[in-house]
């Protein structure tokens, strides 16, 4: 009786763990609210203060926001996120640089680009790991029921 429970238990642990993971190809989140743009500024300028980001820039005509970069772990990878508000959304997208460079026959190629976080099908990698960061910050603006995911380039249902 004790590993009939035992696999049942584990059953639904695996199956609940499952539903969690997040979708591969998603680059941006959507915020949809009841505020004004410079409301929902606001609010963003507070939850990212809140929660120990830096605001490199803050344009308060149309309304975008984007963190001081990061640095990820011991990792060379560094990220910030990026905040765009219109009515009442916000559009919120991540980006990293590797900041690394290497030498070849005296030329160094730096690798310094800006690349968009897009989740993988690897649930623990950089990107999946970053997204969920920038999910959490969504969550402390509203809840998951006014979050939309769009797709790489496809707008969200």
Request: charged fraction near 25%.
């Amino acid at each position: 009786m004790k590993s009939l429970i035992l696999v049942i238990f584990l059953t639904v642990s695996y199956s609940l763990f499952s539903q969690e993971k997040t979708p591969k190809g998603i680059n941006k989140i959507i915020v949809k609210n009841e505020l004004s743009e410079r409301d929902n500024l606001k609010k963003v300028i507070s939850v990212l203060r809140e929660n120990e980001y830096s605001i490199s820039k803050i344009d308060s005509v149309s309304f975008q926001i984007e963190t001081t970069p990061k640095k990820f772990r011991n990792w060379s990878y560094t990220y910030y996120f990026q905040f765009g508000v219109f009515d009442n959304k916000i559009r919120v997208s991540g980006r990293y640089n590797r900041n690394s460079s290497y030498q070849v026959s005296g030329i160094i190629f730096s690798d310094s680009g800006s690349n968009e976080i897009v989740t993988t099908k690897v649930g623990n990698s950089f990107h999946n790991i970053i997204f969920e960061e920038m999910k959490s910050i969504c969550l402390k603006i509203v809840d998951e029921s006014q979050i939309q995911y769009e797709v790489s380039g496809k707008r969200p249902k």
